[in-house]
């Protein structure tokens, strides 16, 4: 009932709509999810590459292509989202201060997603990666956690930057 009553109101006064990642605050920050998201967007393009070497492509080859080129794209938006997230709720005056590339490389991340967005290029997704892992190394650096390397044990087998986390 009240929530009837408050979609009436809703309709009427048309209330603006309101998201947020976590303005409680959450204190629940990981750049996993945006590194994940540009070892998606390489893997769409070398499948996306593999089309491309075929001389034609069947209906469901072409339906292919377009489910790739969306998922890069939505993977794309979700670097943005991730690393936008991290970088206006958790960065703060102190850590730009110790880390003073951050607001450039947050740039450069945001132009790195649309340009991986907009071709189908390996080097471009490679670039995005690279600057993605550079902002884990200093978000785990901010937080005083150690970070090493490794190759993922997944397609397209890329080195991601990793905490080290302690038990």
């Known amino acids: 009932m009240l929530y ?75 670097v943005k989202e991730e690393i936008n997230i991290i970088w206006g709720d958790y960065i703060k005056a102190s850590q730009l201060k110790q880390y003073p590339e951050l607001h450039e490389l947050v740039h450069n991340i945001m132009l790195a997603s649309s340009n991986a967005k907009q071709h189908i290029n390996r080097d471009a997704a490679l670039t995005l990666l ?5 902002f884990a190394e200093i978000f785990w650096a901010t937080k005083q956690v150690t970070t090493y390397t490794a190759v993922c044990p997944y397609p397209p087998a890329e080195t991601l930057v990793y905490p080290k986390l302690q038990s």
């Open 4 to 78: 009837n009553i408050l979609a009436k109101l809703d309709k009427r006064l048309n209330f603006p709509v309101v998201m947020a990642h976590c303005d409680i605050p959450c204190k629940i920050y990981d750049p996993i999810s945006a590194q994940i998201a540009s070892l998606t967007i390489i893997r769409m393009v070398d499948l996306l590459n593999e089309l491309k070497a075929k001389s034609s492509l069947s209906l469901d080859e072409q339906a292919q292509f377009l489910r790739l080129v969306n998922q890069k794209e939505i993977h794309g938006v979700k």
């Open 130 to 134: 690279q600057q993605v892992n550079r």
